[in-house]
């Protein structure tokens, strides 16, 4: 028999439920599974805990650290609707192998007896109307049944009666969960105060999202609507002409900008063969991914097995946030350059303008702000026009080879010479292992990101060097 009050239980448990809560030592799946379910049996749940990992900590006699989850809080449903802000932390220890645990909360009682004297005056009302207010009561329920069910996150309904008070439950614990209670900001200090993480979060995704810069374009040249897509398969036939009427950008959302998006893309389909080079390997017509990666492993091969004394080196380029940091003035130059129609060029650019960011902090909104860069998930025309601006950067490297700034590997006499492999947002460089060759690619790359707005990611990107390359050298 569970009790039904509520109920907090905390200290040395001396069993972990997961591999993860313990280092150092065998996890016994047994053990846990048994753990887990007593605890379940018995209603209970983790209150979430912030502070150290482990609570725990033990040197053995062959010097190994062990370190566990053995102390922990638990509590019920009942416990977690009266105290819905409660928070625990596992503290440093001192003397003890066991880390202290904090726990605090507040609560307001009060609020069952106002919801009962509510529901007493309802019921009291007058009796003509009686049955219109139960009415418009259940299908209250109802509905709000529905809002905690879409923000519990839960996929099943487990109980055959009104789920509100069950799906409140994993709604304030997943809230719980997902709340960000500090962070490290760039001089690497700790800050737990909300103004300062608000204000944190509000500058990072501006300066990702917002151009700050004046950059020269020409250094690289050479749901409002309110339908959902059934209704307007259905009844095309009447407002299909309506549709194509509607070409303004306070239009471009939801179904009507998927439409107008989707005929973008088949109008430019046909034409990307032309436009953009053969060594991309993404989203282009007659050409698959393979292709490219038998070219990979071509050059890979030759450069293990190669006896030049000069050597070669590939560089594998990681873009970080790739479509999010599209700068809109580098994209709308991008198809002046490939001679794209005014007309076009607008639609375009009205379709991937036509946004504004705010960002949910902690369950707050902040202040909403007008993006400057950025290409749209999902978008079926992202990463078309993702393609394009990376074609200007396989321009700006082909132009270096003419000038013979930038020199290119050939895997064979006679073969064609390789300078680089792209896979939409995947880069491959190659060039000839000299100092200077090296200096000449971080250039075209600075350039190219400082005008694109693209960032790379240096801690992701990789360097291959031929085998005949000294360590000095590397």
Known sequence: MVFQGPWIILGDFNEVKFSHESKGCQFSHQRADIFATSLGDSGLFDLKTIGRRFSWYRRMKNYVDVAKKHDRVCINSSWLSIFPEADAEVLNRLQSDHCPILSWWSGNRGIHGKLSEVQKNSLEFNSKKEQQLLDDYNNTLVQEELLWFQKSREQWVRFVDRNTRFFHIQTLAQRKHNKIHGLFLKDRVWKTDPEVLSQEAESFYKSLFCHLDDVDLGCLALGPDEFQAFFFKEYWEIIGLDVWKIVKPISLCNVVYKIITKVLVNRLHPHLVEIVGPLQGGFIPGRETPNNIIIVQEVLYFMKKTKSKKGTLAFKIDLEKAYNRVDWRFLAHTLKSFDFPIPTINL??????????????????????????????????????????????????????????????????????????????????????TKRQVQNMMLVLATFCKVSGMKINVEKSKALCSKNISATRK
């Open 348 to 433: 375009i650019m009205n379709c991937v303008t036509a946004s504004s960011l705010s960002i949910l902090w902690n369950g707050n909104r902040l202040n909403g702000f007008t993006p400057s860069r950025g290409l749209r998930q999902g978008d079926p025309m992202s990463p078309y026009l993702f393609v394009l601006c990376m074609e200007r950067l396989a321009c700006f490297i082909s132009h270096h080879v003419d000038l013979g700034l930038w020199e290119p590997i050939a895997i064979s006499r006679g073969g064609p010479r390789i300078s680089h492999l792209m896979f939409v947002d995947d880069l491959l460089l190659f060039c000839k292992a």
